[in-house]
């Protein structure tokens, strides 16, 4: 027994297995480091989330539309319990005419700032608009009945206006219509009170702009907006043809929804981009009239009649708002960095151990499995440094702590173990060329596929051209050799 556990002692096959076991123990420690890499990114979601609760959330904006209110009347008749027409019961209902504007441009600046919560900093902005358009003309026999022989009188209409979050309204809007100038108020009314859009304001149709509608005339109009929210704007495109241009120092923009920007130009310095969506592609508006009459299906683009009762999201008829979006995204994100990074962890664990192995064979060396287990630690642990100081750090000033941290660490107790400080800086080095490779992966994210295969390719190559000569059955066949420090008392 005790001759069989001395071979397995020296034989390579069983010194290999046991780094294999290694390497699978110590992905259990970088198990636990990439739960607390997410349990972190989960705790700045919900600063991001505090934040959107006692601030402003992020922001869809929509309209501004006109509302023609009306009343549609007729006669009905009465009947007795024999069913017999003793008679006519006028009837009559509340209904709203939508009216899209014919043209919208939105023309605006984004001025980032960033809001804290803890240690974790949210991007938000502040968005200084000018909205301008026009209405068509109102033509009352656009306004279909609903009910035979019924007579509609209509009442004052009135611009109404939404922002997913209100709180962000930095000031009231000011809007001039026809040369009027208009006041928001709260709410819209006619709305159901669970309505999305009744949450919105409202700005009555007065003075010139009311006569000018009521002569059949266009209206042209003019909003002013200042409007705060976190992280991403969104637009949806309901009039007949919507342009947007918006501009901003932030240079990492991200551009998303349903319609991409037509022209776009990010730098340093900042970003510029320019919308361009026609009615035509997109069902934007008849989400929007969905969502104020509760039906699901599609309407004349001039607006129809509806209910005002009978209200609810259109996002439940109709799926999400189409709409297109501008994000202000952070240029690094610490724990998505920190958990790509950590991905790479059992290879980086697995490269060092065998740069090591390569060592105690070819200089005939012995090291203990612990001298193995708490290189392959001190490896886990710089993926736990890297996560913590990035907290606090740039996330390259982050990393180039940990690693350093990591590769002295490494030098210095290789250079006891390998019995030469020339050994321990040569394999310190080698760990610090692995260090600059994972972090051209990180910063390279569109060719990290392509560099980690090179790398590992690389790697690969080199062992084999390395050790094309090794007869590995004479190795194995080697009396055991003695341990570090036994040669070097011999020596001494």
């Not at 780094?19 to 979601?45: H, K, T, V, Y």
């Not at 006109?66 to 019961?89: C, D, F, S, T």
């Not at 991200?254 to 970003?271: D, I, K, N």
């Not at 960095?337 to 962890?345: C, I, L, N, P």
Request: glycine content about 8%.
């Amino acid at each position: 027994m005790f001759q069989l556990l001395k071979a397995l002692q020296s034989s390579m096959l069983a010194k290999v297995a046991g780094l294999f076991f290694l390497l699978l123990l110590l992905c259990i420690p970088l198990g636990e480091i990439d739960s607390i890499n997410r349990a972190r990114g989960e705790s700045q979601r919900e600063a991001a989330a505090e934040l959107a609760a006692t601030y402003a959330g992020r922001q869809t904006m929509v309209g501004p539309l006109l509302l023609v209110p009306y009343v549609e009347k007729w006669m009905e008749p009465l009947r007795n319990a024999q069913g017999k027409v003793i008679g006519q019961e006028p009837r009559s209902k509340e209904m709203a005419h939508v009216v899209f504007p014919d043209k919208l441009h939105i023309e605006g600046s984004m001025a980032p700032q960033e809001r804290y919560r803890g240690i974790f900093r949210i991007p938000f902005y502040t968005l200084d608009a000018t909205l301008s358009g026009g209405f068509a003309a109102f033509d009352p026999k656009a306004v279909s009945h609903s009910e035979t022989d019924s007579k509609i009188e209509f009442k004052a209409p009135l611009i109404a206006f939404n922002v997913s979050d209100l709180r962000g309204l930095d000031g009231s809007p000011t809007m001039t219509m026809g040369g009027e100038d208009l006041r928001f108020r709260q709410r819209v009314p006619g709305l159901a009170d669970d309505a999305w859009f009744a949450d919105g304001i409202h700005a009555p149709v007065t003075g010139a702009a009311l006569a000018a509608w009521q002569a059949g005339k266009p209206i042209p109009f003019e909003m002013k907006l200042g409007l705060v929210g976190q992280d991403t704007l969104a637009i949806a495109p309901i009039a007949e043809e919507t342009t947007a241009h918006l501009r901003s120092p932030w240079a990492h923009p991200s551009f998303g929804g349903r319609f991409l920007a037509a022209e776009r130009s990010v730098t340093p310095q900042g970003f510029d981009a320019h919308w361009r969506v026609s009615s035509l592609v997109t069902s934007a508006r008849e989400q929007v009239r969905a969502g104020l009459s509760g039906q699901g299906g599609s309407a004349d683009v001039a607006g129809s009649a509806h209910p005002a009762a009978a209200v609810v999201p259109a996002r439940r008829n109709m799926g999400p708002l189409q709409t297109f979006d501008v994000s202000l995204a952070q240029p690094i994100n610490v724990y998505s960095m920190s958990t790509r990074a950590g991905k790479y962890g059992v290879l980086f664990i697995g490269l060092v151990l065998m740069a090591a192995f390569m060592f105690e064979l070819f200089r005939k060396l012995r090291l203990h499995p612990i001298q193995y287990g708490l290189v392959g630690l001190s490896i886990a642990l710089f993926f736990l440094l890297l996560l913590a100081l990035s907290e606090k750090f740039a996330f390259w000033m982050a990393y180039a702590g940990a690693a350093s941290a990591s590769v002295a660490l490494l030098a210095v107790y290789f250079s006891a173990v390998l019995g030469g400080w020339r050994r321990g800086l040569s394999f310190g080095a080698f760990v610090a060329l692995l260090y600059g490779a994972l972090y051209g992966l990180l910063a390279s994210e569109s060719n990290a596929l392509l560099l980690g295969a090179l790398l590992i390719f690389g790697m690969l190559s080199v062992l084999m051209l390395v050790t094309r000569k090794v007869d590995w059955y004479a190795l194995s066949r080697r009396t055991e050799p003695a341990p570090v420090a036994a040669q070097e008392a011999q020596a001494a």
